[in-house]
T-cell receptor, first 113, second 113 residues
Framework: DSGVTQTPKHLITATGQRVTLRCSPR?????VYWYQQSLDQGLQFLIQ???????AKGNILERFSAQQFPDLHSELNLSSLELGDSALYFC????????????FGPGTRLLVL | SQQGEEDPQALSIQEGENATMNCSYK?????LQWYRQNSGRGLVHLIL?????REKHSGRLRVTLDTSKKSSSLLITASRAADTASYFC?????????????FGKGTKLSVIP
């Protein structure tokens, strides 16, 4: 158990819909990262927050957005969903620096029908 | 885009044998990390090797790093069925302003009892 929690574990929705994925980092970790893992693209970095502020952006679509709240939990919002958005979405956390060890949550499996 | 590229893509060995996976990368790095992922689950950090280190051990794991060849290898000795998983290398770029780990597409290891 990494100490990172993600909800929900599974999500099935329809194209065009909007969903929110939630992540609670390990106690004491200030940084939260979001990743998307699909069969064809591998593990893609989406975005990082550090202590409530956006720190780095990766391959995140404009239809996707995220935020980190004062209690350090984070939410990833996915809107206007397309079939190709079906993937595993992981949250990870670290104490601070993004280039140290990251601790991954169990993931949310999203299926868009 | 992928920085690290693992080789081979898939590896099947008998229990008790050693497994070697390789990772090549393109740019200068601060450190290189190896992670394990059991099917459909979150990634688990295995080991981090800094750019000024050449070899590191952790239990049955041995990691080497050759910065001149921009490559790393992960050796798992005396493999067990429980080692069956995908293994990813992740690089932390040493360029200024880099705030992310970049993951390869992984090596899928199958250990046959």
């Amino acid at each position: 158990d990494s100490g990172v929690t993600q909800t929900p574990k599974h999500l099935i929705t329809a194209t065009g819909q909007r969903v929110t994925l939630r992540c609670s980092p390990r106690s004491g970790d200030l940084s939260v990262y979001w990743y998307q893992q699909s069969l064809d693209q591998g593990l893609q970095f989406l975005i990082q927050y550090y202590n409530g502020e956006e720190r780095a952006k990766g391959n995140i679509l404009e239809r996707f957005s995220a935020q980190q709240f004062p209690d350090l939990h984070s939410e990833l919002n996915l809107s206007s969903l397309e079939l190709g958005d079906s993937a595993l979405y992981f949250c990870a956390s670290s104490v601070g620096t993004p280039i140290g060890t990251q601790y991954f949550g169990p993931g949310t499996r999203l299926l868009v029908l | 885009s992928q920085q690290g590229e693992e080789d081979p893509q898939a590896l099947s060995i008998q229990e008790g044998e050693n497994a070697t996976m390789n990772c090549s990368y393109k740019t200068s790095i601060n450190n290189l990390q190896w992670y394990r992922q059991n099917s459909g689950r979150g990634l688990v950090h295995l080991i981090l090797i800094r750019s000024n280190e050449r070899e590191k051990h952790s239990g049955r794991l041995r990691v080497t790093l050759d910065t001149s060849k921009k490559s790393s290898s992960l050796l798992i000795t005396a493999s067990r069925a429980a080692d069956t998983a995908s293994y990813f290398c992740a690089t932390a770029d040493s360029g200024a302003g880099s705030y992310q780990l970049t993951f390869g597409k992984g090596t899928k290891l199958s250990v046959i009892p």
